[in-house]
Each structure stands twice: as C-alpha cells, then as structure tokens.
C-alpha cells in the first residue's frame, strides 16, 4: 500500500496488441507519429478522406431521419471496427487533395438519387485549431465538393491556413473565421452562433473537429458555449442531427475516460490509427458512439497499451477455450465443476439465480453449501444441482450473504481465508482455484488481507461502484496523512472509474471487474478491458447474482481445461494467463442474454434501445441464444 496511483502510472501488458483494438496514451502515440508526419501533410489529408466517407454513409443511411433510432432484426454485437474506408487510394503513397472526389460511380453530387440522397444536405463543421481542426476542414471540402451544404464554425484564432482556403475554395461557407476566446463577445461570436441556430432548424451531420489528443480538460467556455444548443437538441437517437466526432468527441480525458465539462456525444468516432483511452473507458465511452478505427500507415506505439477492447468475435474465442463444446471423451468433470456459496436467510433468491447462471452457461456440475431452505429453493428451480461438498475447480462466494447473518457470514469468512496467498511479488493462489469474490463476501474481504496475507490474480472481486468506493475507503492507507487523503464516493467512482478498478487491483492483488454499462478489468500487470454490457433494462436486482454464476462457470471450464492439459505444469499459471479473457468473455455472454432478453436492438457505442423489462431470470434463461451468438461471431474474421 503506497500513495495513490495515476492511471498512467500503472503498470500495462506486455501482450503484442493490436492498435485496432488497443489503447495507449496520447503522448505516446504523438511521439510514434511525430517521426513519419513531419513534413507532409498526406497524413492529415488521408484522415480527412476518412472522414468525409464516414460522413457519406452517416448521410445515406438518412440524415434527414436523424432523430429516429434503427432498430436491426436482432441484436447485432459490439459495434467496434477496424476498417479502412479509404481503400487503396488512401494510402499516405497516394497524397489526397479536396479536388478528388470520393467513391465511384454514382457518388459524384446529384448522382444518388434513392433515400438518403446527399445533394444540398446540410453539414456543421465545428473546427478548432491543429491537424484536428485541419481535418475536419478538408473533410469539409471534400463534403461540399461531392454535393453537400457545408458550413464551418471556426473557434480558433489560428485555423490551420491551408485547410482554411482549400475548404473555401470547395464552397464551404466560413463563420467565426476571427474569433477569439477572451471574451466570447464579439461580432464572430454572435456570427458562429447565428449558424449553429440556423444549422438546428432542419437538422443534418455536424463534424465535431474542436479538439483532438493533444487537449486536456473541459473544453473552453467560448467553444462550450457554441456546443450548449447541439447538446440540448437530444440524446443519440433523438435529436434532429447526427454527430461524427473527428478522431475523439472534444472535451473528454484522452487517456483516462473522464468527462470534466459539456460534451457533444457522437453517433460515431472516426479515430486514427490506434484506439484512445476515452474510446474504451467510461464515462466518456459512452459519447464515443460507433468507434471506426481507420489505419493511415502511421505507426502505434510500441510500449505496453493502456486499454484494450477486444471485439465479440475474439471474445467468442475466449468463451470456447474456457467453455468449449464437449467433446466424446468430455463429463462433468472435465467441463468444469462450480462451487457456490450462496444465499442466506435474508436473500435466498440470490442462490437460485448465481446457479442459474452457472447451469445455463455450461458448467459440468454446481454444487452449493447453503441453509436448508436456500437448499431447497435452489433444488426446485436446478434439481441439476447438487448440495453436498467435494472438489471443485472454481469458487463462487458472495451472492445473498448477509453479513449480519454471523453464522453463514463465518462460513464465507473461512472459505475466502482458506484461498488467500502470501503478499509478495510472486503471488500465488495455494488452491489455485478461481474464487469469483462477489457481493457480502467483498465486505468480509477486507478484513481478511493482512500485511501477510493477501489476494491473488486467481481471485475476481466484482463490486458495482458503491461497492468499489466502500472497498476503496476500507483499504486506504491509515498512513496517508490527512491532507494527502482522497476519499473515494460512489461519486467519484464513477467519474473515475479506470482509476477505481486500478487502486482496487493494487490495493489488493485481485483480478478486478468494476460493473456497469461498460465493464472494466483489472488484473495485475495487464492492460484494462472494457467490454461493453448490454440492455439497460439489465439494471435490476438480481443481474449480478447471474452474473457470478456465469464467471463461476467460465473460470471452472478453463482451470478444467488446465488440468487436462498440463497437469504437471511449472512455471507460469496457464489458468492465470487465461483469467482475463475467460472473465471479459462472461462479461459479454452475461451482456448479451441480457439483450436478448429484452429484445432490444443495438443502438451507437453499445447502447441499446427501446426492449422491454426483464427479470433476473430471463437473462438466465437466454443464455443459450447468446451463446449461439458468440459461437457465430466466433467465425467473423476479426483482428
């Protein structure tokens, strides 16, 4: 236990990533690009190229009905891309000016004449200074040159002076062109304003090009004041525009996901090379929209990533090496076996529901130490269930224990301590079973870790984010002087949560997963998953109890699948390379019942809307069409 750590402190993965699905920080990716930019601007004409054709499809698909949320014939996953919407013409050997026109036959303006035809379309460039504000100003004169109706809003004294005039020689109309942030009062002023309020009207595609990764903190007053009416306008999906954000939505943390002040959410981000810390960690994540991450020929860093996300495709990877089909020399065994303390006098409920979600989601057998009436109310829902000890390959402890019920909360008490390990650099589970440490059982935890004893990567802690922030004011240092102390709220947590699950992660020596509408997790020199969660109609009561059975299952299926392989194994724990991707799989099988329950389409960045109100159960009950849904995905190339 130290002083408290900077997200960017941490230590990261030394896992050879993939920049389409990786996220490293701003100055480090400045730093690798520096090298090959200087000198040319092919770089910042490619990304506008990218640009304007994300805008053509956004503008296609029917700008004209922005307000009106697409609703697809089933749940479609994770909508992270990796594409290049450039195609070869777009290469940095192939410079790209305004002049060239995008597409093929029957993109040149007035030539689309089905729905979503782009002639005379409205478009708002929101353009502030550097390269970001340079795209989005050639981005707009390649709009303007194929048919649209474009308009700049510059917040910069110093617009980048080539953009400026090949976008006004390609028609984009220039307001606020001498604006300047003093005082926010002057003739541009009322001049930008004018547009935006002229712009809202009739709606149309906004190019949020304010900032990009070089800026830090809120945004400032005079270009917050602009945004104010974009923003009242509506959420995604219900307003009369769409957004586009050039390479990151202005004003959120680059690296670390916070949100400080006013932000425009996107429908859609087109990001540049490698994803950024705000594109995977929330709060900001979620005004990231759809992310595309366009590959420019530029280099990623080299370092160790931040965050990663991985797309469904590998998640569904990860959930057949965990959990895979059954083969004919497999039983319950071998498919993996759950041991489940659960349920108490108070919440008995909670044991019905965690063995749900371990049965459905695969597991070879579960069995449950519980009272006799959470006994019985688990054996009349899952008679497949059974109450009686023996060996298990994974721990499930927590789901209904109360801990002012002092004789179940003993019993957890003395499973959970039998599982810690010696503090020490090396640490190491002496069970080496996976423990999911889930609900009551996160309270008793505290109490456990000792300057000898402490968790393992081995164990899952899975607190919510008043959970998480009762955990971190519990494990701060009694040494931190007063005026160095940071007290940790529900608050906070979730103004910071990489942050949270990081502080959690080193405070104990646990695997992390902080739960919300993105989930993060957190391990020991590992980078941070996010996996996107699903349905909000999700956020009831018993979720997390299906929830823990699931990891239950899919942390048993891979040490089973350890067992088999590498019985006598030595060295690194294959079970601990596999943790991480076994639980962010469960995490999207749990996201995806979830939404397959509430029958509710995808919406941007992983939202979803409109459904119907589920129970705990239900999501349970769907696990098996999610399954089948990773299964698919599974067979999607992916990187």
């Known amino acids: 236990m130290g002083r408290m750590s900077d997200l960017n402190d941490l230590p990261r993965s030394h896992d050879v990533t993939d920049p389409t699905t990786c996220a490293w920080p701003a100055q480090e ?250 594109q995977c960690l929330p709060p900001a994540r979620h005004l990231c929209g759809v992310v595309e991450v366009v590959p420019l020929g530029l280099p990623a860093p080299t370092s160790r990533p931040l965050a990663r996300r991985p797309v469904d495709g590998a998640l569904g990877d990860y959930l057949t090496r965990a ?89 957890v008490r003395a499973v959970l301590a039998s599982t810690l390990g010696p503090c020490g650099k090396d640490r190491q589970c002496p069970t080496r079973v996976p423990t999911v440490v889930d609900a009551g059982a996160l309270s008793i935890l505290p109490e456990l870790l000792t300057e000898d004893l402490s968790c393992t990567p081995l164990h899952v802690l899975t607190p919510h984010a008043g959970e998480a922030a009762a955990l971190l004011i519990v494990l701060e240092d009694q040494g931190t002087p007063v005026q160095e102390t940071r007290r940790w709220s529900r608050e906070r947590v979730e103004a910071h949560p990489g942050l949270a699950a990081r502080e959690i992660c080193r405070r104990t020596g646990a695997t992390v997963l902080l739960k919300g509408a993105t989930t993060l997790i957190a391990a020991p020199q590992r980078p941070l998953v996010s996996v996107d969660g699903g349905s909000g109609w999700m956020a009831s009561a018993g979720s997390g109890d299906v929830l823990a059975g699931i990891l239950g299952t899919v942390l048993a299926g891979a040490a089973a699948r350890w067992e088999q392989s590498a019985p006598h194994a030595s060295g690194a724990d294959p079970v601990l390379d596999a943790l991480v991707d076994s639980v962010a799989a469960g995490v999207r099988l749990h996201a995806l019942a979830g939404t397959y329950a509430a029958a509710s389409p995808q919406g941007a960045g992983g939202a979803r809307t409109g459904g119907h109100p589920i129970a705990a159960l239900d999501i349970a009950s769907a696990l098996g069409p999610a399954r089948l849904e990773l299964n698919w995905l599974q067979a999607v190339p992916h990187p």
């Not at 009207?201 to 903190?217: E, K, N, P, Q, S």
């Not at 659960?342 to 459905?360: F, H, I, K, Q």
């Not at 899952?382 to 023996?390: D, F």
């Open 323 to 411: 959990v895979g089909e059954p083969g004919t020399d497999d039983h319950k065994y071998t498919r993996g076996v759950v041991g489940l303390w659960a349920g108490s006098e108070s919440y008995p409920g909670a044991a019905v529901l965690a063995a749900s979600g371990a049965v459905r989601a695969g597991a070879g057998m579960v069995r449950l130490s519980a009272p006799r009436r959470v006994e019985d109310l688990v054996l009349a829902a899952r008679p497949e269930v059974v109450p009686a000890a023996g060996r298990v390959q994974a721990l499930v402890l927590g789901p209904g224990i109360d801990p002012a019920d002092t004789a179940r909360a003993d019993e």
């Open 29 to 278: 990716i400045a730093a690798a690009e520096a090298p090959v930019t200087a000198g040319t601007d092919r770089y910042m004409r490619a990304a506008a190229h990218a640009v304007a054709r994300a805008a053509l499809r956004e503008l296609r698909q029917g700008a004209g009905n922005a307000g009106a949320a697409v609703a697809p014939a089933r749940p479609v996953p994770a909508p992270l891309t990796s594409m290049s919407p450039m195609g070869s013409a777009a290469t940095p050997a192939s410079p790209l000016s305004p002049a060239t026109p995008l597409g093929g036959a029957g993109e040149a303006a007035g030539t689309q004449t089905g729905p979503g035809w782009i002639s005379g379309a409205p478009v708002l460039l929101l353009v502030g200074g550097g390269h970001n504000g340079a795209d989005t100003l050639l981005a707009g004169g390649l709009l303007a040159h194929s048919g649209c109706a474009v308009s700049a809003v510059l917040v910069t004294e110093h617009p980048h002076p080539v953009a400026l005039e090949e976008a006004r020689g390609h028609g984009v109309t220039i307001h606020g062109a001498g604006y300047r942030s003093d005082d926010g009062t002057g003739q541009d002023s009322a001049e930008a304003m004018a547009a935006i309020e002229a712009f809202l009207v009739h709606g149309g595609l906004v190019l949020d090009g304010l900032t990009g990764i070089g800026a830090t903190g809120a945004l400032r007053p005079d270009a917050a004041a602009l945004i104010a009416p974009l923003i009242a306008a509506g959420e995604p999906g219900r307003r009369p525009l769409r957004v586009i954000a050039v390479d990151l939505p202005s004003g959120t943390g680059v690296d670390d996901g916070t949100v400080s002040g006013p932000v425009l959410a996107a429908d859609h981000t087109v990001t540049f090379t490698c994803l950024k810390g705000c």
